[in-house]
């Protein structure tokens, strides 16, 4: 599979596009999250809503589904389409009561499964999006009392969106076969609700091998070199996972 961060930047980040990807195996093209500075940034790209597949959210924050109005909008009467739409069970109230119902609702339309061919995911299990791309969620810590989802595509790339440092998780992921993990990282000190750089320094050279940082905020530059053994994801360069 080949992904293409849209974004690499945290969510105060101005050099760089919310921390979105596209995934792409075979003729099937999957966002993961879709934040307020997406619908540009996939302009940008010169790709259109209505060239993706389906949508998977992490969890509800602006960063991560900010842009999901303008693409309800554009695909309902733009492209007269129904986007299909992944995300864990425990997201979609929220995502409709408390982010996409003030702006979306006009006349009958009133449920996010007006807009949306709405999939629930549950934790722990396998679901196949497409002939060679299998994710998984797994709940992990972001914000207190919110929840907060984490992927591993095809059981071999983690994907951790917005999560606190675990290292516990990441030597077990590792242990049971993954060979590539994305994870979100805030170079300031100290980190709150993400994994701080400081926090991922402290892991095995193992686990630093198979780890690229994103999520990252705009004064990057200064910390090249100083990742121990992990890598940098560069926003809209495409890589073979
Ligand atoms: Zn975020
Ligand atoms: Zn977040």
């Not at 003729?27 to 060239?51: K, N, S, Y």
């Not at 009561?97 to 396998?126: C, M, Y």
């Not at 797994?138 to 917005?162: E, G, P, V």
Request: proline share 3%; with cysteine.
């Amino acid at each position: 599979m080949k992904i293409t961060m849209v974004g690499t930047g945290s969510a105060f980040a101005k050099r760089f596009d919310n921390n979105n990807a596209l995934i792409e195996v075979d003729e099937f093209r999957l966002l993961v999250d879709c934040g307020i500075t997406l619908p540009r940034a996939l302009h940008e790209m010169d790709i259109q809503f209505v060239d993706l597949d389906a949508v998977l959210i992490s969890h509800i924050h602006g960063d991560h589904v900010g842009g999901l109005e303008e693409l309800a909008f554009q695909m309902m009467f733009k492209f007269k389409r129904k986007p299909v739409l992944y995300l864990a069970q425990q997201l979609i109230k929220p995502l409709w009561e408390n982010t996409l119902r003030g702006g979306l609702t006009q006349e009958s339309l009133s449920r996010l499964e007006h807009f949306f061919i709405v999939k629930p995911l549950e934790t722990g299990k396998q679901y196949e999006l497409a002939p060679g791309l299998i994710v998984e969620l797994i709940q992990t810590k972001h914000i207190i009392d919110k929840d907060s989802f984490s992927f591993l595509f095809n059981s071999r790339f983690f994907y951790s969106a917005d999560m606190r440092f675990d290292g516990q998780l990441l030597q077990k992921l590792v242990d049971g076969g993954v060979e590539t993990i994305y994870h979100d990282c805030q170079i300031e000190t100290p980190a709150v609700v993400h994994a701080g750089l400081d926090e991922l320094l402290t892991l095995p050279e193992s686990i630093q091998k198979k780890l690229w940082l994103m999520h990252y905020g705009d004064g990057i530059d200064e910390y090249r070199g100083k990742t121990g053994s992990m890598r940098i994801v560069e926003q809209r360069k495409s890589y073979n996972v």
